[in-house]
């Protein structure tokens, strides 16, 4: 893509960092599932992380039971925030949707940070009114209890559709996949008609992730944060 340019950046600081490097590697895995990894990013996330424990705080005190409906809780606006960090992040996911759609436009659906604290996990779900989704794994949490448990807190895929989730017989889930493992600063885009979920999480610091749904043109309606279209 021409947009794929190292001089196209973010300045953080003293450092312009580039919207997409040339030395990027896509990794695609069946079912029209990719990733890339953004080591850079998780080298300079600490005020964004802080940015948003702040605002999950205040969140969680004045609807303390949203986090255990929602399986972690939401921040939205996260344009608001004023950060560059998230900026870079957010110009990365708009061009790896452009690129493995082969679209021209990257219109957002929804887009949250979702910050989950111990016992806290999301339940089996897709995404009606996007094409397709992607997830950001801006913080792992507890890196100690994920040595204890290889699956805590991951990003992971059970669908049918999915071939490396029916080893056994086609159509038939006997198994999960999870693209990201414990890749740092991991960005996923997959259908959003497929059925995904995280792990339950167990730590003593939050993990965080961003996640968008994106669609090449805006779909009608407002969006309802049960999956619903009004």
């Given at each position: 893509m021409s947009d794929h340019r190292e001089s196209d950046g973010v300045w953080i600081g003293p450092v312009k960092y580039p919207l997409w490097r040339d030395d990027t590697v896509v990794s695609r895995y069946p079912g029209d599932i990719s990733m890339i990894e953004n080591p850079e990013i998780?080298?300079?996330?600490?005020?964004?992380?802080?940015?948003?424990?702040?605002?999950?705080?205040?969140?969680?005190?004045e609807s303390p039971l949203n986090s255990l409906a929602e399986g972690g809780q939401k921040i939205r606006d996260l344009d608001k925030l004023g950060s560059p960090i998230f900026e870079l992040i957010n110009a990365r996911a708009m061009l790896l949707f452009r690129s493995e759609m082969g679209a021209?436009?990257?219109?957002?659906?929804d887009c949250w940070a979702n910050v989950m604290h111990d016992g806290e996990w999301t339940f089996p779900h897709s995404h009606k009114r996007s094409t397709a989704s992607i997830v950001y794994a801006l913080d792992p949490g507890d890196e100690e209890a994920g040595k204890q448990e290889p699956l805590n807190g991951?990003?992971?895929?059970?669908?049918?559709?999915l071939p490396?989730?029916?080893p056994g017989k086609p159509n038939y889930v006997s198994s999960f996949?999870?693209?990201?493992?414990?890749?740092?600063?991991?960005?996923?885009?997959f259908p959003s008609f497929i059925?995904?979920?995280?792990?339950?999480y167990h730590g003593k610091r939050p993990r965080i992730s961003i996640a968008w749904n994106l669609n090449k043109e805006a779909v009608p309606g407002e969006v309802r944060h049960d999956g619903l279209v009004e």
């Open positions: 998780d080298k300079i996330k600490a005020p964004f992380v802080d940015t948003l424990l702040e605002r999950d705080a205040v969140l969680r005190a021209e436009t990257a219109v957002v659906d991951n990003l992971m895929f059970s669908d049918p559709r490396q989730c029916c996949f999870r693209p990201t493992g414990d890749i740092p600063a991991a960005m996923v885009i059925t995904h979920l995280v792990s339950p």
